[in-house]
């Protein structure tokens, strides 16, 4: 992968699976606070009930469109890379975004714990492609 | 302001997140790679690769994953979730030494302590953010009447 239109698509590939997961996590994320404990929604109206109160949430089927086109983009890159650099790369970076859209997009307290944790995680992940 | 929801029934939905994401990802990489490469001008390829049977079965444990993952952020944050869950890649690592018999280089391994630490760090801490108006454990009340009126 020498050739630098390969390293190109490799990231457009990478980039293209990263913005999806992270607009998909943030959006499913807020469909849920929105919602409140899934436990207690459970006790009080069953299974069925917990499930209805998910999918009839907007934001959550936004959510799900943009983990499905995540999914798709992760399909196509495993048929053309291998699962050791598009896995680890695509994960990694995904902490890192997931992390910065979380503090500005759902206001959570990301401190200095929570962003070592997902710095720690992301070159962890980055380092099992070696 | 930031809190802690968790209970050893929360860890173990943790623990499910980390299993099936791990193997729901094993598993499509092989079903992929048992179909070749799929061309951009032909993008129904991706659709008939969901009824192989090694992507097939990926999906079911992906959709696992999705499940408790959807409930582990109803009462947990997603900056929490997403590394208290990384774990998987840890067990695939240990797997691949000590069942599969691969070699595992050192970089993998330092690799597998970074993640180790990152999750520690994490898992010490609070796992919820408090807005003030939408505390951990009650529900959104409206969307509580919806679910109540969906129920069979």
């Known amino acids: 992968m020498s050739h630098p239109d390969e390293v190109l698509a490799t990231a457009a590939m990478i980039g293209n699976i990263v913005v999806w997961a992270t607009a998909g996590d943030i959006l499913t994320a807020s469909a849920m606070r929105q919602l409140g404990d899934l436990d207690v929604i459970r006790e009080r109206s069953g299974i069925w009930g917990a499930a209805a109160a998910v999918v009839t949430n907007g ?13 798709f983009s992760l399909l196509f890159a495993f048929s053309h890379r291998d699962l050791s650099l598009i896995g680890p790369a695509a994960t990694s970076l995904t902490f890192v975004t997931n992390a910065l859209a979380a503090k500005f997009f759902l206001h959570e307290n990301v401190d200095r714990r929570r962003w070592t944790a997902a710095i720690f995680v992301c070159v962890g992940v980055a380092l099992l492609a070696f | 302001m930031t809190r802690s929801t968790m209970t050893f029934r929360r860890y173990i939905v943790l623990g499910v997140i980390t299993i099936t994401a791990s193997c729901g990802d094993t598993f499509l990489s092989r079903g992929m790679k048992s179909l070749g490469p799929v061309s951009l001008a032909d993008p129904a390829a991706l659709i008939h690769a969901i009824f192989s049977p090694w992507v097939a079965a990926g999906i079911v444990l992906l959709i696992g994953f999705f499940a408790s993952y959807l409930t582990a952020l109803s009462w947990a944050d997603l900056t929490y979730v997403l590394p208290a869950s990384s774990l998987g890649y840890v067990i695939m690592t240990l797997l691949a030494k000590f069942w599969l018999h691969e070699h595992v280089s050192p ?19 609070p796992s919820y953010t408090d807005h003030g108006a939408a505390p951990a454990c009650t529900v959104d009340e409206k969307h509580l009447e919806q679910a109540e009126e969906a129920r069979p």
């Open chain 2, 107 to 125: 970089m993998r391994w330092l690799g597998v302590v970074f993640i180790t630490a990152g999750v520690g760090f994490v898992t010490q801490g």
């Open chain 1, 59 to 71: 934001r959550f089927g936004l959510g799900v469109i943009c983990l499905a086109l995540s999914f």
